[in-house]
């Protein structure tokens, strides 16, 4: 017996199913912190790794991770953004942008 239709379409759904594992792992990435993210983000890839070593420039300090959408570390929110230095006021639920302040942390003393 001879198969070739079939086996097309087998190769064309493994094909599928690989891109879309890539998609969503490299959006899980994206959207859910990093190995090295921004202090306080998680999701599934975050881990308890090393915090890459800030840098100090003349204007700010960089912490090493590029601005982005990440988990609201202070759950209020579904995702906070991050701006390269600290956590903006701008945030995500459920894809509607809105705006809070993330909250002052407490004086040490």
Not at 51 to 65: D, K
Request: charged content about 15%; hydrophobic content about 35%.
């Amino acid at each position: 017996m001879h198969f070739s239709g079939q086996h097309s379409w087998v190769a064309v759904a493994v094909l599928l199913g690989v891109v879309a594992i890539r998609l969503l792992s490299s959006q899980r990435r994206r959207g859910m912190g990093r190995p090295g993210g921004p202090p306080g983000a998680s999701g599934l890839t975050a881990s308890s790794g090393p915090v890459p070593e800030q840098t100090t420039t003349t204007e700010s300090t960089f912490t090493g991770t590029a601005p982005g959408w990440f988990t609201d570390p202070f759950v209020r929110h579904e995702q906070r953004y991050w701006s390269g230095t600290s956590w903006t006021e701008h945030v995500l639920d459920g894809g509607a942008p809105a705006v809070d302040p993330p909250p002052v942390p407490p004086a040490r003393g």
